[in-house]
T-cell receptor, first 116, second 115 residues
């Protein structure tokens, strides 16, 4: 069965420090992978996506993620965190559901806190 | 750009009451979705639609109904509200291109409490 695991429920980093959020997926075929960010009281905003090709993808707000097929991972990184990055981050895999419909399977999220 | 608009933003219901959560999108997307978000659980798909007049159940459809009379609108109906339906509800839409590779665009959510 398709699934997404985000092993870290909560992470705290200092402003200016680097960040890596982990994501592991289980999917039988080539996955379509997404990272979304949710600020308090807001909906989810797409940070970046991987479909094929270059395994290092760049997103908005200075984020990047690397697809590693051998590790079934799609970790999100940022070299220098800003206080405004405090939010909840969701990894998701796109999967077929009920025919040709796309469905997003979400991880349980990682809540990022940024210390001044 | 309006994108996906959900109303209301907040609502408190009594057990047994009914209500409709509204969702409209102005991106001419054929695919629309309803999710619920509970703490520590991520998002779970309630219902989805691949176009006007076509809807189907997701992972957690019990206690909900949907309709899709137009491309723009995808309302979610709670007929007999129960405390287990206390949650944050998100509507999303996506382009009907190749399956599975289209990002979904989300509304800001409706926070619903059943007391």
């Amino acid at each position: 069965a398709q699934s997404v695991t985000q092993p870290d429920i909560h992470i705290t980093v200092s402003e200016g420090a680097s960040l890596e959020l982990r994501c592991n997926y289980s999917y039988g075929a080539t996955p379509y992978l997404f990272w979304y960010v949710q600020s308090p009281g807001q909906g989810l905003q797409l940070l970046l996506k991987y479909f094929s090709g270059d395994t290092l993808v760049q997103g908005i707000k200075g984020f990047e993620a690397e697809f590693k097929r051998s590790q079934s991972s799609f970790n999100l990184r940022k070299p220098s965190v800003h206080w405004s990055d405090a939010a909840e981050y969701f990894c998701a895999v796109g999967a077929h559901y009920g025919g040709a419909t796309n469905k997003l399977i979400f991880g349980t999220g990682t809540l990022l806190a940024v210390q001044p | 750009n309006a994108g996906v608009t959900q109303t209301p933003k907040f609502r408190i219901l009594k057990i047994g009451q009914s209500m409709t959560l509204q969702c409209t999108q102005d991106m001419n997307h054929n695919y629309m979705y309803w999710y619920r978000q509970d703490p520590g659980m991520g998002l779970k798909l309630i219902y989805y639609s691949v176009g006007a007049g076509i809807t189907d159940k997701g992972e957690v459809p019990n206690g909900y109904n949907v309709s899709r009379s137009t491309t723009e609108d995808f309302p979610l109906r709670l007929e007999l509200a129960a405390p287990s339906q206390t949650s944050v509800y998100f509507c999303a839409s996506s382009y009907s291109g190749q399956a599975s590779n289209q990002p979904q665009h989300f509304g800001d959510g409706t926070r619903l409490s059943i007391l």
